[in-house]
């Protein structure tokens, strides 16, 4: 219930009426009777009223014209007190609403006669008002009344009542429109048909129109109509109206009821018709005016614009803008033109004043700008007027600067001005700063000369006009000086606070919206779907169109405002004002940045870029982006002129910093103000908060921030931080300690930016990234070609921004490392060293990450973490190598058990440094490999053992520093007993990755590829360190050759039972061959230079001092470890399937070695050979595996059963020899190879050797200096090697094969010794010894001939050729064997004139053969083959040599051995002779022998004379034996011999029992000389076989006549030439021979008579008897002789003749035969 209408207001209401009815008639009793009857009545009528009605109030209104009349007459008095009185008695009537429509007409044509008369105006103004406040009952006529009424009040003389009038007014205006929204909100509900208004010209069709609304319309337009200066149509009795107060009643009803023109089209159609126009008209005179075009102040209203006028007027306008935009857009669009024309230079600057202020409230609704760029911007064909308005601003703002304002005296610098001190735009003080500490300059813009003060207008963000609320002045005021810059500096900074809050508030929005949408439409509920996709869409499409306008208001505006802005950058001297310029283009830039706008965005980016450098810096990179191409030159929009300034030089700023500018060649220093500093900060906090939306202008930012950085002296440090640090050369950088002092927080900020990284998203980070790159590349190419401190800030800069991001570190590893690898080339050391920090920093960084998921279990990761690692390995610096290594070691360490897939790169990278690569590289890298072998092996997957092995090789081959290559031998040796430890888990994983493998081969249908395949993984590991070392053994060192071949056949020998069967086929052929086909071409190409000492003070061996010599050692080192293996491994080697082909390779290997031109090598090459043949028997390593054996070799037990392939490898190791032989108990027989295979090897071997021995033996055709002739020991072990050998062959060892072997022999023997070693190898000449070799020629020859002896029959066809090379050998004694055409020195002489080559004592050797030759025949002389082929003959033949050289002989034992041995022989051979007599096979032996005998009895040589009497005797003894032998052995046989032999032995006694003696005796020996015993035994001889007394046979019988009748030939032959003789000699005695040998002839003659006396007569044959008669006169002759003893001796043999003396018989035969 109201407070008016409660019982007890109403109580009090009645009560009042009736006292102010009581009190009226009180006052009119006298005066006004009517009045005072008309109270009383009234006094009744209201008790009635009272007294009769429940509803007192409403019965009061009916009858409220009756209640009213008596105050209305009142008034009707003219009585101040009774009107006072009833107006008030009238007011509370109103108050309580009790006043009917009648009743108020009444009481307004009352107050309105009032009016006229010009009573209490005040009151009347009052009621007025509170009789159309308080209700509605007042329309149409009434309410115009009361209207005008209150108009006329505001224009009477008293200013008292004219200001309450206007305020009265004002209210009264907005009652109408009040109760004109209040009926709308009633009638709200109702929903009506609007009706179409007609656009005709009877302004008062307005019947659709409610009351109220039909009251305000009328009010409205006749406003429009009077300050047009027209008629009113509804306000009748207006007399007076002002243009400034229609003005602002206007602009308050548009102000305040916008909705009501905005619903209600007639309202709006009034706006169009009336309100525009109007407006537009009352603009003229301002448009028109020129500033200076007409001076006089005569007022011409017309022509000059007036001030409170058009301060009204745009009042207005910035009403209609805001509130009507969207009714009246062509409107506005002339509007926002006009204003845009007031900024002119030409108008007055009061007008320019207000229109910057009345531009500033649009500015500060960003809503509006908003909507100008929708309508007008954004369509075609229109003004582009928020555009215009922008550029508007700036060019004012240029206006300012560059034309001094005219016509306003705050430019002349007046004391009065509100500047201090007067002078202050001195630009001479301008730089002063608070550096006198009492002077503080104002703020202000100076740029050329122009000084503007800042003026503080009003706070950010809200317009608060200072001239449009000027509505009481009516001239234009003063503006002071600044004002309008300051206005204008505002509306830029709100005009970007607001676009850039209201972009971005709505973007934020948008992203919102759009996640939740999209969240949304994920949802997984199906009937919801198709909705959420439809409001996704529907978003899309508000955003494409939100997004468009926002383009295109920053479009609009964005050129303006840069101009604007730069300009007003580059005059601030206040670091205020400055600030909020840069903050403005921060904006700006990170506004463009969101929406996308590259060009405007790096255009600010590169006015903040610019401000923070030097003025006229040379950056290249501020001067070729795009917006660069706006500087410097006019840039027209829609014909208007912005002018881009460029920042001035001259500086009003304190110089806080000297230092050197970034350039290839530097001049001079650069200066940096506070200015710059401040500037810098601003581009790092645009970095710092909106890196995201940067995109490609990082580069612009960060190239800036390099400069700066540079000319600052920040230097990196460790992590990529900038330290301060002192500029590197020319001019120290100078810097105040105000920047001092800033320098830590700059370097933190900076390094903080590039922290925050972390929160860009990738795209933005790879912008950074470039950047960071392209500006890298700008420093490298600026380092190029010197060797000046390079600019290292992007390097730093992108090690910071890698390690921050190390979470996402995959999306930008690539380009980052792809350049900082570039960086690591280049040739500037000091930006190389970077580079190379860098890189290896965040590869180290990125491995001890904590990621997620770990590295362990994302590889891809690790590998692409490592892999810029292994990609340094292709830049040659060698500061880059040590540091990628040092790199290495370092993750080695730390990291190292968790490499895992990194290690191949790893390896790799230890594995890529090349020979060339200095001593420290080689060096460290190495430590990174022996830290692998000694402490990473477990931890590594196995596939990389191989790699491994191929590193530690590669270590091995590098020639900078052997101790390593021996080294990394020595880790080759390391890393097989690893494999060999960890044999099954290394095998068991390998398998695994061979089947992972093959798969995907398979899948792929791609052959699987790996060296050494198809053997198994594991083996090929084998392989591959075998292979390695095999490379090792080929080195040019032969230190490093040495080792890796004791390394290869240890670890082989070691280890090779691992080895899978089939295995060691590659083994064989891949390894071993291999090696031995390089180093036998390495060996046999080698060079014979001497080789000088090697460094300094190492001395070589005479042995090892040429290239061929070391090689040597290495080919007998190999060859001697294949051969081992081959031996020691025979059981595992020969069940391969080309073991025979295998075998004849190794031969030959052995062969060519063997046949090399050099002893060691041919040497050892035998003793090889010696040990495949097994004679020397190697000692088996008894913890193998044992396997089938192989002829000779010891049967060995079998290790389970053999199982095909892949057959389990028997890694245990523990078992003793007795738990084997436990093992193999079962019946099955040890397998053994193929007999006839193993006969094919042996007699590839027999072969072999057959090559070996006739190319080594066989004579050189020329010869000189160097000729090669074999050493004994060479030869000695060849001829050794036969006898084990032939054990293997002799089945199938035939004559051919003996021939060969004979021809070996025989040349082997020939070969002459060089004179540097016959003392060690011939023993002196006295000794009678054999040399080794000799001693092997016979054993070979025994072993032959022992093998034949229990050989079958068919052997024995050997003998014959056995002997013939045994006597071959005889022959040596007397004749040595010729060498080719080799000159030899007898060795006797060779101690004296030094011979190149010595030939050998052959004597002992053979005469050791002829005892082998004897021995032989003594065994053999009955074999058929012996008798067939004539060995006997041979042999006497053979010994008829020495035998007839005899003291000629080389060695005085030689004759004698061959005399014994013949008599042995034939004591052996004639019994055979005999018995083969009648075969004939003995023929042409028997004259041999005659010869033989002869050759030796009676020998040309002649004793040499130093022979002593006992030698003689002795040797006159072995003739004797001789004698003898014929006399037991032949002459007993004569009937079985032929008788021409006979007759030769008969010639030969003769003549041996005859002394012949030679004359060089003296004459004191000769009786001994004589050989008296021979020509006896000779003698006996023949005449024992004279008279053999049984004749059994013809034969012998033949041969005693025939021996007689030559002995008495004999004996005829000395007495005659005894007699011839002494008959010359006269008184001369004969020679003591002759003499001797006529008395042995005496003697002779006396015993055969005895003799003949003594036989049987029958057998003595007639002729002898004839014979011996016939000697007598001859006997009886030398009775002259004076010799005693010849006297005696005759005597003696005349004696038997007295038997003779009997008388003649008859017929009695003479004595001839």
């Known amino acids: 219930m109201s407070g008016t209408s409660s019982p007890e207001a109403v109580k009090k209401l009645l009560e009042n009426m009736q006292s102010d009815l009581r009190a009226l008639s009180l006052e009119c009793k006298k005066k006004f009777p009517p009045v005072k009857e008309a109270a009383e009545s009234g006094i009744i009528k209201v008790k009635t009223i009272a007294a009769r009605n429940t509803e007192i109030l409403a019965a009061l209104k009916e009858n409220s014209s009756e209640v009213v009349q008596p105050f209305l007459m009142g008034c009707g008095t003219k009585e101040p007190k009774i009107t006072q009185l009833c107006l008030a008695a009238i007011q509370r009537l109103m108050s309580h609403e009790v006043v009917s429509e009648t009743a108020a007409g009444n009481i307004i044509n009352m107050l309105w006669q009032l009016m006229e008369n010009s009573l209490e105006e005040l009151k009347l103004l009052q009621t007025v008002l509170v009789l159309l406040t308080t209700n509605t009952v007042v329309h149409d006529e009434a309410l115009s009344k009361a209207i005008v009424l209150c108009f006329r009040l505001h224009f009477t003389k008293d200013n008292i009542t004219n200001n309450t009038a206007a305020a009265t007014v004002r209210q009264v205006v907005t009652v109408v429109f009040e109760r004109m929204v209040a009926e709308d909100e009633r009638h709200r509900d109702i929903v009506e048909q609007p009706v179409l208004v007609q656009g005709n010209s009877n302004r008062r069709s307005v019947s659709t129109l409610k009351p109220c609304a039909k009251d305000a319309y009328m009010l409205f337009q006749d406003l429009c109509q009077l300050v047009n ?22 602009e308050s009803v548009l102000n305040d009821f916008p909705q009501v023109f905005l619903q209600h089209q007639e309202f709006s159609f009034l706006l169009k018709e009336r309100v525009c126009p109007l407006v537009i008209k009352l603009f003229s005179p301002n448009i028109k005016f020129r500033q200076g075009s007409s001076t006089s102040a005569s007022p011409a209203p017309v022509e000059k614009p007036y001030f409170p006028i058009c301060m009204r007027l745009l009042r207005v306008v910035s009403v209609l803008i805001k509130q009507f935009y969207s009714l009246l857009v062509t409107e506005c669009e002339i509007f926002l033109s006009l204003l845009v024309k007031f900024l002119d230079a030409d108008k007055p600057q009061w007008l320019r004043a207000v229109a910057v202020e009345s531009i500033h409230r649009f500015c500060v609704q960003p809503q509006l700008l908003r909507s100008f760029c929708q309508s007008y911007d954004m369509k075609q064909h229109s003004t582009k007027v928020f555009r215009d308005i922008v550029n508007a601003l700036g060019s004012f703002i240029q206006s300012l600067f560059l034309v001094p304002a005219t016509g306003n005296p705050a430019t002349s610098n007046q ?84 676009i850039t809050s209201m972009i971005e508030g709505e973007l934020g929005e948008v992203e919102t919206e759009y996640q939740t949408t999209t969240e949304e439409a994920s949802s997984p509920t199906q009937s919801s779907e198709q909705q959420d996709l439809q409001s996704a869409s529907d978003q899309m499409d508000k955003e494409i169109v939100s997004r468009a306008v926002w383009e295109e208001m920053v479009n609009a505006c964005w050129c303006g405002l840069l101009a604007a802005l730069s300009l007003l950058l580059d005059a601030s001297t206040d670091e205020a004002a400055t600030e909020n310029i840069l903050k403005a283009e921060l904006t700006m830039a990170a506004l463009c940045g969101r929406l996308g706008l590259v060009t405007s965005r790096d255009a600010f980016i590169t006015a903040i870029c610019k401000g923070s450098l030097p003025p006229h810096y040379a950056l290249t990179v501020l001067n ?221 960084a990125g491995l001890s990450f904590n990621h997620d998921p770990p590295l362990s279990q994302n590889q891809r990761l690790q590998l692409l973490l490592l892999n810029p690692l292994k990609e340094m390995s292709n830049i040659n610096h060698p500061d880059i190598r040590l540091k990628q290594l040092e790199c290495v070691l370092q993750i080695l360490q730390s990291q190292g058990d968790s490499l895992g897939p990194g290690w191949p790169l790893v390896l790799g990278v230890m594995g890529a440094i090349r020979n060339d690569q200095g001593e420290s590289l080689i060096r460290t890298a190495f430590q990174c490999l022996q830290l692998v072998v000694t402490d990473f092996l477990p931890t590594m997957p196995c596939t990389c053992l191989q790699i491994v092995v191929d590193v530690a090789g590669s270590f091995g081959l590098h020639n900078q520093e052997l101790n390593i290559s021996l080294t990394s031998i020595g880790l080759l040796w390391n890393i097989s007993d690893y494999f060999f430890q960890r044999g099954e888990t290394i095998e068991k994983e390998l398998n695994k990755e061979e089947a992972l493998q093959q798969k995907q081969a398979e899948e792929k249908g791609v052959v699987l590829n790996r060296p050494f395949h198809p053997a198994p993984p594991f083996d090929c590991l084998w392989l591959c360190l075998y292979a390695k070392l095999g490379e090792l053994c080929v080195d040019p060192r032969p230190a490093v050759r040495k080792s890796a071949g004791q390394t290869l056949f240890s670890t082989i020998g ?213 000729t090669f002739i074999p050493s004994q020991p060479f030869l000695t072990a060849l001829i050794q090697i036969f006898p084990a050998l032939y054990q293997h062959i002799k089945t199938g060892f035939n004559m051919d094969e003996l021939q060969k072997l004979g021809v070996i022999l025989h040349s082997a023997i020939s070969v002459p010794i060089s004179s540097d070693a016959s003392p060690f190898i011939l023993p002196s000449y006295t000794e009678a010894v054999l040399t080794s070799l000799q001693e092997a020629v016979l054993t070979a020859l025994d072993v032959l001939q022992k093998a034949i002896c229990v050989g079958p029959e068919n052997m024995q066809i050997m003998y014959p050729a056995i002997f013939d090379q045994l006597l071959a050998f005889v022959e040596f004694s007397c004749k040595p064997p010729q060498y080719g055409q080799l000159e030899t020195k007898h060795i006797a002489n060779a101690k004296y004139n030094q011979a190149e080559w010595v030939a050998l004592n052959y004597v002992p050797f053979a005469e050791r053969s002829l005892e082998v030759v004897v021995d032989l025949y003594q065994k053999t002389a009955c074999h058929k083959a012996v008798v067939n082929e004539k060995v006997l003959q041979n042999i006497i033949k053979t010994l008829r040599v020495p035998l007839s050289l005899k003291y000629s002989c080389p060695s005085e034992s030689t004759w004698k051995l061959a005399v014994s041995s013949l008599l042995k022989v034939l004591s052996i051979g004639l019994p055979v002779a005999r018995q083969h007599a009648s075969s004939g096979k003995f023929d042409s032996m028997w004259p041999e022998l005659a010869n033989t005998f002869e050759d030796f009895l009676f020998t040309k040589s002649i004793p040499p004379d130093n022979l002593s009497i006992q030698e003689f005797q002795r040797n006159e003894n072995i003739d004797v034996e001789v004698v003898q032998l014929i006399s037991t052995e032949i002459l007993p046989y004569a009937n079985f011999i032929p008788k021409e032999f006979v007759g030769q032995i008969m010639t030969m006694l003769n003549k041996g029992s005859i002394h012949s003696q030679s004359s060089s005796f003296t004459e004191a020996e000769i009786d001994i000389r004589l050989r008296e015993e021979f020509s006896k035994m000779c003698f006996e001889t023949l005449l024992q076989f004279s008279f053999s007394n049984k004749v059994t046979t013809p034969q012998e019988g033949y041969i005693s006549r025939m021996a007689l009748s030559v002995l008495l030939k004999r004996s005829q032959d000395v007495l005659h030439r005894y007699i011839e003789d002494e008959r010359l000699s006269g008184k001369c005695p004969l020679p003591r021979q002759q003499v001797t040998e006529i008395i042995f002839v005496l003697k002779a003659v006396s015993t055969l008579i005895d003799s003949l006396k003594k036989t049987q007569p029958e057998n003595v044959d007639g002729n002898t008897w004839a014979q011996v008669i016939a000697l007598y006169p001859t006997l009886v002759e030398c009775i002259t002789c004076s010799s005693s003893e010849v006297c005696s001796a005759l005597k003696e043999a005349l004696v038997p003749f007295k038997d003779f003396m009997q008388p003649p018989a008859s017929r009695v035969q003479n004595g001839e035969s």
């Open 229 to 250: 200066a027209d008629a009113p149509y509804w306000l009748v009795g207006m007399t007076e109206m002002t243009r400034t107060f229609g003005l602002e009643l206007l």
């Open 1054 to 1266: 070691a280890h090779g039972t691992l080895l899978q069967h089939s295995t060691w086929h590659t083994v064989i052929w891949k390894v071993l061959f291999h090696l031995l086909d390089r180093v036998r071409e390495s060996s046999t190409t080698a060079d014979k230079e001497k080789i000088e000492s090697g460094g300094g003070n190492i001395l070589i061996h005479h042995s090892r001092d040429t290239a061929e010599k070391q090689w040597a050692e290495t080919w007998v080192l190999t060859l001697a470890g294949v051969a081992r293996i081959f031996n020691t491994r025979r059981y595992l080697l020969q069940p391969l399937g080309d073991f025979s082909r295998a075998w004849d390779v190794l031969l030959d290997h052995i062969q060519s070695a063997a046949l090399s031109k050099n002893n060691e090598v041919s040497l050892a090459a035998l003793k090889s050979f010696q040990e495949i043949l097994q004679i020397v028997s190697p000692a088996r390593d008894l913890d193998k595996p044992e396997t089938p054996p192989v002829v000779n070799v010891p049967v060995p037990v079998l290790i389970g059963p053999i199982s095909g392939p892949g057959m389990s490898r028997p890694f245990v190791r523990t078992d003793s020899i007795g738990e084997r032989l436990g093992r193999y108990s079962s019946s099955e027989p040890p397998i053994i190879t193929d007999e006839l295979e193993d006969l094919n090897l042996w007699w590839a071997a027999w072969n072999t050797w057959y090559r070996i021995g006739s190319e080594s033996t066989k004579p050189p055709i020329t010869f000189d200096k160097l």
């Open 415 to 498: 004391a009065g001005n509100n500047n201090l001190g007067g002078s202050v735009s001195a630009p001479a003080n301008s730089g002063m700063v608070g550096i006198g500490g009492g002077v503080t300059l104002l703020p202000a813009f100076e740029y050329r000369g122009t000084w503007i003060p800042i003026l503080t207008i009003t706070v950010q963000g809200s317009a608060k006009a200072t001239y449009l609320e000027m509505l009481d002045k009516v001239e234009p005021p003063t503006i002071p000086e600044g004002y309008a810059m300051s206005v204008a500096f505002h509306c830029l900074l709100d005009l970007v606070r607001g």
């Open 624 to 844: 070729t982006t795009t917006a660069a191409t706006l500087s410097n030159k006019s840039y027209s929009v829609q014909g208007q002129s912005v002018m881009m300034i460029s920042p001035s030089s001259e500086s009003h700023q304190q110089v806080v910093a000297v230092g050197q500018p970034l350039a290839v060649q530097p001049q001079g220093t650069v200066m940096l103000t506070s200015k710059n500093i401040q500037c810098m900060r601003t581009l790092l906090n645009l970095a710092h908060c909106h890196g995201a939306v940067l995109g490609t202008s990082w580069q612009l930012v960060l190239a800036t921030l390099q400069h700066l950085v540079w000319i600052l002296g920040l230097k990196p440090s460790s992590g990529g931080a900038l330290k301060p640090g002192r500029a590197v050369e020319g001019p120290s950088t100078v810097l105040t300690t105000a920047v001092m002092t800033d320098l830590p927080v700059i370097s933190n900020i900076l390094s903080r930016l590039f922290e925050s990284s972390q929160y860009l998203d990738d795209v933005s980070l790879h912008h950074l990234i470039n950047a960071l790159c392209s500006l890298s590349l700008e420093a490298m190419d600026m380092a190029y070609g010197n060797n000046k401190e390079p600019s290292l800030f992007a390097v730093a800069k992108l090690l910071e921004t890698g390690l921050v991001n190390m979470h996402r570190i995959e999306i930008l590893w690539r380009p980052l490392t792809g350049h900082l690898l570039e960086v690591c080339q280049h040739p500037n050391s000091r930006m190389r060293e970077w580079g190379a920090e860098a890189l290896t920093s965040l590869i180290k």
